[in-house]
């Protein structure tokens, strides 16, 4: 039997401690965490959380709304664009999808350019090739430019593995992360980790919690009726607990989408997912 639970029930159960989460009914797609110090025991892409009809849009690309970014992507690619007079297939190749092998699994990270290194998203290092090799405009966050390349780089590592590396510089980020997942926002008083720890696999109100897991973004949400990043998935979030979000793009969602990222080392990149 489904268990539902409103947002004034999970408030005070949260008030008085909490409790454990609903057993998973069995067929759930799962891996093994990546350590034995990983705090859940099986990794659960939210694709399982969802309906057969939702699954089914994601695994047709035809039906999939989120493949039409994608093509706008593909034809971007070539484009030639700025003061320098370049397209991404300048520094790249004419064929995206095998230039990018290897890429959109392994962000955030840390990315080098000469002597400067800086910590970086993929959104944050398209526009940083748009600025400084291109000479061109940067895109705007959870536009459609930006949405589609992004989804071409991530797609480009659909199946393969989420691959983050949480050492080295890259360690205070995930630390910072961590910190941000299992502290109380807003007026609600919550975590990220009530809902998607604490209560993977039940509901709040028709909402079926899910693992919080990121392997699916940039994704086609059908509550938005079009796509958006992880970080306008983290912002929406915080306005739902009614606490003030951070910016996009920044370092405190840069470092939430690390440690996300790592909680679900091992997923296979699902980009462009479809969720509810």
């Known amino acids: 039997m489904k268990k539902f639970i409103s947002i004034t029930s999970i408030v005070a159960l949260l008030c008085a401690g909490g409790y454990a989460a609903?057993?998973?009914a069995d067929?759930?797609?799962?891996v093994d965490p990546p350590n034995a110090e990983h705090p859940l025991d099986e990794l659960i892409s939210g694709y399982q959380f969802r309906k057969e009809g939702t699954q089914a849009t994601q695994d047709d690309d035809f039906e999939n709304p989120g493949m039409l970014l994608l093509d706008q992507a593909m034809d971007q690619w070539s484009v030639a664009e700025g003061s320098e007079g370049k397209a991404c297939s300048d520094c790249h190749s004419d064929d995206p999808l095998e230039s990018m092998q290897g890429v959109g699994s392994t962000y955030p990270k840390f990315t080098e350019e000469g002597d400067h290194r800086a910590f970086r998203n993929i959104e944050n290092q398209i526009n940083h090739c748009?600025?400084?090799r291109m000479g061109a405009k940067p895109w705007k966050y959870d536009k459609p430019d930006m949405l589609g390349m992004t989804i071409l780089v991530r797609h480009a590592d659909r199946g393969e593995p989420v691959n983050v590396a949480i050492d080295g510089d890259a360690e205070s980020y995930f630390e910072r992360g961590k910190e941000m997942y299992y502290t109380r926002y807003g007026q609600l008083d919550m975590a990220c980790s009530h809902c998607h720890e604490d209560n993977y696999g039940n509901y709040i109100r028709a909402d079926h919690l899910s693992q919080g897991q990121t392997n699916g973004f940039p994704t086609y949400r059908l509550k938005w009726q079009g796509v958006g990043s992880v970080h306008r998935r983290f912002k929406g979030c915080m306005k739902n607990i009614r606490a003030e979000p951070y910016k996009v793009g920044e370092e405190d969602f840069l470092s939430l989408e690390l440690y996300t990222s790592w909680r679900g080392q091992?997923?296979?990149?699902?980009?462009p997912a479809v969720r509810n």
């Open 22 to 24: 609903a057993e998973l």
């Open 130 to 132: 748009r600025t400084e």
């Open 27 to 30: 067929g759930y797609t799962k």
């Open 266 to 271: 091992g997923l296979p990149i699902e980009t």
